[in-house]
């Protein structure tokens, strides 16, 4: 036999052999890497579905896990390599199924490899299901007694080798037709390649999860091989670093919980039943004021740290906690170092068997600042409250008084017969009783500010009547003291504006009075102009004694009067300071220009809203005599007779039937009998308030409609708001003002007045371009040139120009007397209107003539 053959031959031999041997030991190899490879995908595999069922579980019960078991399944059979992976959960102790692909939900599942599944409780077992030979891994799921698995057909998991044994086969049927030398080159390039493949499988089973086989340049079975072998290791790498990066965010989760405890948000303790602490984070510390070198000296004990008042608390909560376990929070104090006392609350339980225990200790310092300061500002808050409610009550009986003494000194000086000193007399009392409410309505007022009880009342007014209101008011103190007057309205004023006209005024009224006060010589001016549209400056001026910069703040404290002794006239002091307030509360400033000596200038100014202008209602010079129609009865309800009194009379001399009641439940019974054309109602009464008398009123059929004027002498504020919510028409406050009663009852009436002239307009004289000589009785005019040089002083308000032309007068002809008489009568009234209509009487007369 040649050589050649021989060679050939044993070339044959020796590519068999070595395909035989590799063949062998390349089954064995990849038997061996496919086992470990396939067992490492198929662990991580189950501990996927495993937290995945655990999560299903938690969140919505059996059900849910077999559900989420399911998906995985599907998820699982579609990967490479996994095509006949089968997942499936059974329950110990008598082999229920949870979930299998084939098995139906609580089907007994009685197998000799499920069996031996639960004793081992994890690993991987071979089996034969439905005559097919299976490799599994499994595991059970605490802390319930499931077994979970993932299974894999064996052919499939040796899939692999068999197309490596093709390959290695179709290669070894080449070599036969190859020299030994390129059988042999191949072997070699053939071993180099596994020698590549097998390191990586080893590197990955070492746990280097990024290593990959390198230069696969060629992609025959074996090259698809590795590249699967790369695959599967791309793929356990982004596993294991999702896993990882899972753990990761775990273990954050769990520092951050460790963080809490450590943080100052709650003190920890750890403690034995001896009293000693065995350990503490740095808040429990902090709280007690203690250093950690203390803690680990071990001489700091809770026992020490409680003050003797809570030790009986401590003693209950240890009781509570050896039958429980644990203990309610309670509130106890621990003693600091300082020796001051840490308000806390304790709660804690046994740790880590019944020999330790643990403290939560939540810091109450903060918490009770703040109830003691809650309970300083309530106290706070009843002291203002019991302040307002004495200033009320002092009102009420203050303005009871004045309402008997307001109301008949407006009575009185209607009487026909009263001679001139006794009317001056009436006049002083009036005055002063509207001084002593002006001081009542000055101290509720500061009161109402310092409690921020005070509101603005908005209406439309034309500006320049209600300026002129006030200029005539200011004109009559000037006029007293002798000084120059001047109101300086701007043309470009609006027709109509919106604020509280009568929070307005008395800030006005309180400057003007102010400027004259502390005025002796020269003058006091009054100006208001226009800014912008909808912006007024008001400006009061005065060349009085001035105020030094040092006392500049201080006028606008309350009761404080700064001056001379001489310039301190009567008042509360609060005139300025309630006027500061005022303009603030509608969106100004008062501000203060003055030099001692050269007098002052008080200024603010006001955004007002610009409204159309209402038809003004100028009242009657004319005494409402009595009314047109049949007479109406009129039930006065008031238990002060005093204040019943008053009523009457003013209603009484009009042709009014009075009837009276001294209580709600007398007034209740009253107007159900007699039915009354009105009801002054009272609103404090004994028995029966009036608010309840209107409301029961109110709910009978007959009195529905009944018109109820409300009268109280409460300053509170809210008496309005009650008295018509409570079913009353309209509301008046006691002084009773005698025109505001007449301007309700007419409004609430329909009635119509009749008036007579004032005494001192008790007829009109004849109108001839001749003075005039009436009959008996009638002042006698004089000239036409006299009466509108009259009517122009009546227009400015000269007061005392008015008393100088009345004697110039009786000086020209001595029937002018009585005309004149009755002129100074007007005048020392500062009766300007009066006077006016007096005047222009005898010139409308002389005109139609």
């Not at 609350?345 to 046994?350: E, H, R, S």
């Not at 009009?654 to 009105?678: H, Q």
């Not at 009036?690 to 009944?706: K, W």
């Amino acid at each position: 036999m040649k050589l050649t053959t021989r060679f050939n031959l044993l070339s044959i031999a020796i590519v068999l052999a070595t395909t035989a041997l590799v063949l062998g030991v390349g089954t064995l190899i990849l038997n061996d890497v496919l086992y470990r490879f396939e067992e490492h995908v198929l662990r991580l595999e189950l501990t996927n579905a495993r937290e995945a069922v655990r999560q299903a579980l938690n969140r919505s019960g059996v059900l849910a896990a077999a559900e989420a078991a399911a998906d995985f399944e599907g998820h699982l059979r579609h990967k490479e390599g996994l095509a006949s992976a089968e997942l499936f959960i059974v329950e110990a102790p008598d082999d229920r199924i949870v979930y299998h692909p084939a098995l139906r939900a609580g089907t007994q599942f009685d197998t000799d490899f499920v069996d031996q599944m639960f004793r081992k409780g994890a690993g991987v077992i071979e089996y034969t299901s439905r005559d097919v030979s299976r490799f599994a891994v499994f595991t059970t799921l605490a802390p319930l007694d499931w077994v979970i698995a993932i299974s894999i057909d064996k052919q499939e998991m040796l899939a692999s080798r068999a197309v490596f044994l093709r390959a290695i086969g179709a290669i070894a049927f080449v070599l036969l037709c190859l020299n030994a030398v390129v059988v042999s080159l191949f072997g070699r390039r053939l071993m180099w390649r596994m020698r590549g493949t097998l390191d990586c499988v080893n590197r990955i089973e070492r746990g280097d999860l990024s290593a990959r086989i390198p230069a696969i340049t060629v992609h025959d079975e074996f090259g698809r091989l590795q590249e699967g072998i790369n695959a599967m290791s791309a793929r356990i790498e982004e596993r294991t670093l999702a896993q990882q990066s899972a753990e990761q965010a775990l273990r954050e989760r769990e520092a951050r919980i460790r963080q809490l405890v450590e943080s100052n948000i709650v003190g920890v303790f750890f403690w034995d039943l001896d009293g000693r602490i065995t350990e503490s984070n740095d808040a429990f510390l902090s709280i007690v004021g203690r250093t950690r070198d203390e803690l680990c000296s071990g001489t700091l004990r809770w026992t020490d740290l409680t003050p003797p008042e809570y030790r009986a608390a401590d003693a209950r909560a240890i009781e509570e906690l050896m039958h429980a376990n644990r203990f309610s929070p309670f509130e106890k104090a621990f003693l600091r170092r300082d020796g001051g006392r840490a308000p806390v609350l304790v709660g804690g339980a046994f740790f880590e068997g019944r020999q330790q225990g643990v403290a939560f200790v939540l810091d109450l310092t903060e918490r009770k600042q703040a109830e003691a300061e809650r309970a300083a500002r309530r106290a706070a808050e009843a002291a203002s409250r019991a302040k307002s409610d004495f200033l009320a009550h002092m009102s009420h009986e203050l303005r009871t008084p004045l309402n008997g003494i307001l109301g008949y000194a407006q009575i009185l000086k209607r009487d026909k017969a009263l001679e001139q000193r006794q009317i001056d007399g009436l006049t002083v009392i009036q005055r002063s009783g509207e001084h002593l409410l002006t001081l009542i309505n000055d101290i509720l007022d500061m009161a109402k500010i310092e409690a921020g009880r005070l509101e603005l009342n908005l209406t439309d007014i034309p500006p320049d009547r209600f300026l002129r209101f006030i200029a005539e008011t200011i004109r009559v103190k000037t006029e007293e003291k002798g000084l120059a007057f001047a109101c300086e309205i701007a043309p470009d004023l609006p027709a109509g504006v919106r604020v509280d006209e009568k929070r307005l005024r008395q800030v006005l009224l309180n400057l003007l009075s102010n400027a004259v006060n502390f005025t002796d010589h020269g003058s006091v001016r009054l100006r208001v102009g226009s800014l912008s549209p909808g912006r007024l400056r008001f400006e009061v001026h005065d060349t009085g004694i001035g105020v030094d910069e040092a006392h500049l703040e201080a006028i606008f404290r309350p009761f404080e009067q700064v001056g001379e002794a001489r310039h301190r006239f009567g008042g509360t002091g609060l005139g300025l300071a309630i006027s500061r307030q005022l303009v603030r509360l509608m969106g100004g400033e008062i501000h203060l220009e003055s030099r001692p000596g050269e007098g002052s200038t008080f200024w603010f100014e006001l955004d007002v809203p610009i409204v159309e202008p209402q038809a003004a209602v100028i009242p009657p010079e004319w005494a409402v005599s009595g009314y047109e129609g049949p007479r109406q009865t009129i039930l006065v309800a008031d238990d002060v007779a005093e204040n019943r009194a008053v009523a009457v009379e003013m209603l009484g001399q009009l042709g009014f039937s009075m009837v009276e009641a001294g209580n709600g439940r007398e007034a209740l019974e009253k107007a159900k009998g007699l039915r009354p054309a009105l009801i002054l109602m009272d609103v404090v009464m004994p028995e029966m308030d009036g608010l309840e008398a209107t409301r029961r009123l109110r709910q009978l059929p007959e009195s529905r409609e009944m018109p109820i004027i409300a009268v109280s002498a409460s300053a509170s504020g809210t008496d309005a708001a009650k008295s018509l919510a409570a079913g009353a028409n309209a509301f008046l406050p006691k002084p009773i003002d005698f025109s505001g009663l007449l301007t309700e009852v007419a409004a609430l009436l329909k009635v119509e007045w009749t008036y007579e002239l004032p005494k001192a307009q008790a007829s009109a004289p004849s109108q001839t371009a001749e003075p005039l000589a009436g009959p008996a009785g009638i002042p006698v005019a004089p000239p036409l040139q006299e009466m509108e040089t009259l009517r122009q002083l009546a227009q400015v308000g000269n007061m005392r120009a008015i008393v100088q032309h009345a004697t110039h007068l009786t000086e020209l002809d001595e029937r002018y007397r009585p005309f004149a008489d009755q002129l100074r009568q007007l005048a020392k009234g500062y009766r300007s209107k009066a006077i006016l209509s007096f005047v222009e009487q005898y010139l409308e007369r002389r005109q139609a003539s």
